[in-house]
């Protein structure tokens, strides 16, 4: 007997053409293949699409002028004086890519325990924001809140006797995202997973005016081993003392991943995310399926390491398994990516229009 969605039919006896060594007749009804044996066709029934729409690009500043100082471990990644930044954002902006986030490398003779460049009006991510947005003011300017970047200890808070203490470092933040938010940032994004965070924020940009200020939260940011070529490039791999694992999540955790993100919405996240990308795409869907929310994630530096060095040494098609990897975000459910194969994917997408 053959199925045919869920109804017995009776096999037919009738032969069929064949060509030569094809197997056995079967006289089959369904034949999934049908809609994928041409590339016009497979466009037609295809279920996620990619888009320029869904990429963020991560850009790394730093001090100087007319200066790009690559990233050894991340190859075609480079620390960017602010001018250069400025041009980036103009290639984002040619390549319809609606927004981008910045990163600091903040000189280690700034770097305190309090991070208190973190609160600096004119530090390399206000000047940044100032500089692109006088330029580009309809480019979308993501910034990060969290004091990594700014510590001599390469932690995330305030420290006080080998323990982060929480509350306190929420007050930083605060001042962090209102400087920010001043500069002309669009969207305050905290990656430090303090609790109580998402709340103070959203009541201190308020506050200050900045209601149209938007919040997406790292609000599923996992304690992973893939951020390595990202602490390089910000300059905190050397300066981290211990581990960051009382504060970032427990890998092995998914229905913790849930109470974190209800708490950020209810603190008034408008958008969340999930971070890293691939190993966690069941949060990602389990965060779009629960709560219906903007959701979001993080391809993380490892990730883009792994597909580059792999790429680099002809193990894999690199320029496949980056669009394979962006799309696999979508189908698990994303909203939009932060990537730093964002112009690279951008070009791809440009060129197949």
Not at 145 to 170: M, Q, R
Request: hydrophobic share 40%; proline share 5%.
């Amino acid at each position: 007997m053959a199925i045919k969605f869920g109804r017995p039919i009776e096999m037919r006896d009738t032969p069929r053409r064949e060509t030569a060594l094809s197997a056995p007749s079967l006289d089959l009804v369904v034949r999934p293949r049908r809609n994928r044996k041409a590339e016009w066709a497979r466009r037609m029934v295809r279920e996620n699409v990619l888009t320029t729409d869904d990429l963020i690009w991560p850009l790394f500043v730093a001090d100087g002028h007319d200066k790009r100082t690559p990233v050894v471990s991340m190859p075609g990644v480079d620390r960017l004086s602010v001018d250069q930044a400025v041009r980036e954002a103009e290639r984002a902006v040619k390549l319809n890519i609606p927004c981008i986030a910045l990163f600091p490398y903040t000189d280690p003779g700034l770097r305190d325990e309090r991070g208190s460049e973190a609160v600096n009006p004119d530090n390399l991510v206000c000047q940044s924001v100032r500089a692109i947005k006088k330029e580009f003011p309809e480019l979308g300017v993501l910034c990060d809140v969290a004091l990594d970047p700014f510590t001599s200890h390469g932690h995330d808070g305030l420290i006080e006797d080998g323990k982060i203490l929480n509350d306190a470092t929420v007050t930083v933040l605060v001042r962090q995202a209102l400087v920010q938010a001043e500069a002309g940032c669009d969207i305050i994004a905290p990656s430090d997973m303090m609790d109580g965070r998402v709340g103070a924020i959203r009541e201190g940009l308020d506050a200050a005016g900045f209601l149209d200020v938007q919040i997406m939260s790292y609000a599923a940011k996992y304690a992973s081993a893939f951020y390595g070529p990202f602490r390089d490039a910000v300059g905190s791999a050397k300066t981290l003392t211990g581990d960051k694992r009382t504060y970032q999540m427990d890998n092995a955790n998914s229905d913790e991943a849930l109470r974190e993100v209800e708490l950020d919405i209810a603190e008034g996240a408008d958008m969340v995310m999930v971070k890293p990308g691939m190993p966690y795409l069941d949060i990602v869907r389990r965060v779009k399926d629960t709560f219906g929310m903007p959701t979001f994630v993080y391809q993380v530096s490892g990730e883009y390491a792994m597909i580059m060095a792999a790429s680099h040494n002809n193990w894999i098609d690199g320029e496949r398994a980056m669009m394979e990897s962006l799309l696999a975000f979508k189908r698990a459910g994303a909203n939009g990516i932060l990537t730093y194969f964002a112009p690279h994917a951008a070009e791809k997408l440009k060129n197949e229009s």
